[in-house]
C-alpha cells in the first residue's frame, strides 16, 4: 500500500482533531473516535460537564481507552522529517540522518565514518526519536497518574478543611458532654460510698453496743458471783462444805462466757482515679543522712501507744519499741507534691511532714503542733492506727506496702493513700502552712512480720 496515498486520502486518520497533529500515544474511546492521550486527558480534566467525545458529543466514561498501535515501520513512512528539520553536514554536504550515542551528535554517514567517531556506536534518528518518544511518553504516563493521585489527595484534603472547624466544634461538644458522665458517675460512686459507710458505721456502732450491754452484763455476773465467794470464804466451815461445789461450778460457768472485745473495722473503699490523679504530681524524695538518735520523747510516745491504752502500765516489748526517725532532704513551702512509701509488712511506723523546727528539738511529742504524720503501732496481739494533731485512732484495714503522701501547700491539705488498694487512709483537712514542711519517716528496726527492715526507701514511683 502506498502510505503517501493514505496520508493523501484519509488524513483525519492520522491526526488528532484536539489538537490537529500528528497522534501522540493515540487511544480510542467508546464511541470509536481517536484522539492524543495527553489531549484528551487534559480536555477532560478542565471539563466542568460529564466527560463526552469532543468530535460527536457521545458521554464516555473517563478512563475508557483503547490503545491504537501503529507499526513504527510505517510511521517512520508517513511522518518523514519536514524539510525545516533536516539538516546538512557543512562538511560533507550530506544529510545527517544518524545519531552519535557517544557525543549525543547528529551526522551524517561520511562523518560517522571519520576517525573521530568510528569507534562509536551510532543509531538512525528515526529510530532514537522513536526511542525516546516512547520514554516520553512512559515520563508523562508516570507523571500523570501522580498528578491524578496528587488530584485525589488534594480534594480529600479540601473536604477534610471544609468540614474540620465543624468537626473540631462537635468534637468539644462530645468532650463537654462525657465530663458530666464522669462527675455524675463519681456523684454516684461517692453516694454509695458513703451510704455504704454510714450502714457499715450503724453495724459496728450496734454491734459495739452490743458488746458493751453483754460486758456490764457479765461485770454485773463477776461482781455478784466476787461477793458470794467472799460471803463463802466467810461462812462456817459446816456451810462452806455443803455448798462448795456447786459455787465452785457456778463461778467457773460464768468464767466461760466472757464477751471478746469487737475490733471495728470499715471496708476499704477504692476510689477511681485516685491513684492517677496524684500520679501526676509525684516527686523523688531522698533521705537527709543525718540520722539524730536523742529524741527521746518520741520514742517514748510510740512505746506508750503500743500499751492498751486503758492501761498504760502495761508491760510493752522492747525490741519492737526501737525506731529510727529519718528526714526527707527536701522541704516544701508550695506547690501540689505527691510521693510514696514502702511500709513492707511492718507494724510499727511513723510517715508524714513535720515542720522543719520539730526535726531538730529535743522535745520531740506527738502532741506537737505542725507535725502531719501516720502512725501504725503494734498493740497487744492488734495493730493500730494513729494521725496526730490531734492523736486520732482510725479503724481501717491495715496498709501493707506502698503508701502515697499528698501534700497541697496551698490548700492546707495532707492526705495518706493505701496504693495497693487505691483507697483513702486519712486526711488532714483546712490546714494553714506557713512554714516549711519536711518529709518525716519512723520505723521500727524489727518492725516487719518477716524481722526485715521495711524499706527505707521514700518516692519510689516502681509500684
Not at 484519509?10 to 484536539?18: A, K, R
Not at 486527558?41 to 478542565?46: K, N, P, T
Not at 456490764?216 to 466467810?234: D, F, I, P, S, T
Not at 493513700?417 to 518529709?439: K, Q
Request: with cysteine; aromatic share 12%.
Amino acid at each position: 500500500m502506498d502510505f503517501a496515498w493514505t496520508m493523501q486520502c484519509y488524513p483525519s486518520e492520522l491526526t488528532c482533531s484536539i489538537c490537529t497533529d500528528y497522534f501522540t500515544d493515540p487511544v480510542t474511546i467508546s464511541c470509536g473516535h481517536r484522539f492524543c492521550s495527553p489531549c484528551l486527558c487534559l480536555l477532560w480534566e478542565d471539563a466542568q460537564a460529564p466527560a463526552c467525545c469532543p468530535a460527536c458529543k457521545v458521554l464516555s466514561q473517563k478512563m475508557d481507552f483503547k490503545s491504537t498501535i501503529f507499526v513504527k515501520k510505517e510511521e517512520s513512512v508517513i511522518f518523514p522529517l519536514p524539510a525545516s528539520e533536516i539538516q546538512i553536514c557543512r562538511r560533507h554536504q550530506n544529510i545527517k540522518n544518524l545519531y552519535c550515542e557517544t557525543d549525543k551528535n547528529l551526522l551524517c554517514f561520511l562523518g560517522s565514518q571519520s576517525p573521530e567517531h568510528a569507534t562509536h556506536r551510532h543509531y538512525p534518528i528515526n529510530q532514537v526519536a522513536g526511542y525516546y518518544r516512547e520514554n516520553l511518553l512512559m515520563q508523562m504516563k508516570s507523571i500523570w497518574k501522580k498528578k491524578q493521585k496528587n488530584q485525589r489527595n488534594l480534594i480529600r484534603e479540601t473536604n477534610i478543611i471544609r468540614v474540620w472547624e465543624g468537626f473540631i466544634n462537635l468534637r468539644m461538644v462530645m468532650i463537654k458532654a462525657e465530663y458530666p458522665k464522669v462527675y455524675q458517675y463519681l456523684q454516684e460512686e461517692k453516694q454509695k460510698h458513703l451510704e455504704s459507710l454510714a450502714n457499715e458505721g450503724k453495724m459496728l456502732f450496734q454491734q459495739l453496743k452490743r458488746s458493751e450491754i453483754r460486758m456490764a452484763q457479765v461485770g454485773n455476773l463477776l461482781r455478784g458471783m466476787y461477793k458470794e465467794l467472799k460471803e463463802m470464804c466467810q461462812n462456817a466451815d459446816v456451810h462452806l462444805l455443803q455448798d462448795f461445789g456447786d459455787i465452785m461450778k457456778r463461778s467457773e460457768l460464768v468464767q466461760l462466757y466472757l464477751p471478746q472485745p469487737v475490733n471495728p473495722q470499715l471496708s476499704a473503699w477504692a476510689i477511681t482515679g485516685l491513684s492517677e490523679r496524684l500520679s501526676f504530681f509525684r516527686v523523688y524524695i531522698t533521705l537527709d543522712g543525718k540520722i539524730r538518735s536523742h529524741h527521746k520523747l518520741l520514742f517514748e510516745d510510740l512505746r506508750h501507744l503500743q500499751c492498751s491504752p486503758g492501761y498504760p502500765d502495761m508491760p510493752y516489748s522492747q525490741a519492737s519499741a526501737e525506731y529510727v526517725p529519718s528526714w526527707g532532704a527536701q522541704t516544701f513551702t508550695m506547690g501540689k507534691h505527691y510521693w510514696e512509701v514502702d511500709v513492707g509488712n511492718s507494724f510499727n511506723w511513723v510517715i508524714g511532714l513535720c515542720k522543719e523546727s520539730w526535726t531538730n528539738r529535743n522535745d520531740m511529742r506527738l502532741g506537737s503542733e505542725g507535725i502531719f504524720l501516720l502512725l501504725c503501732v503494734r498493740v497487744d496481739d492488734h495493730f493500730s492506727l494513729f494521725s496526730t494533731s490531734p492523736l486520732l485512732p482510725h479503724y481501717i484495714p491495715r496498709p501493707q506496702g506502698w503508701i502515697g503522701v499528698f501534700l497541697d501547700y496551698e490548700c492546707g491539705l495532707v492526705s495518706f493513700v493505701d496504693v495497693a488498694r487505691s483507697s483513702l487512709i486519712c486526711s488532714f483537712l483546712s490546714c494553714l502552712f506557713n512554714v516549711p514542711l519536711r518529709p518525716f519517716i519512723c520505723y521500727g528496726s524489727k518492725g516487719s512480720e518477716t524481722g526485715q527492715k521495711p524499706d527505707q526507701g521514700l518516692g519510689n514511683t516502681n509500684n
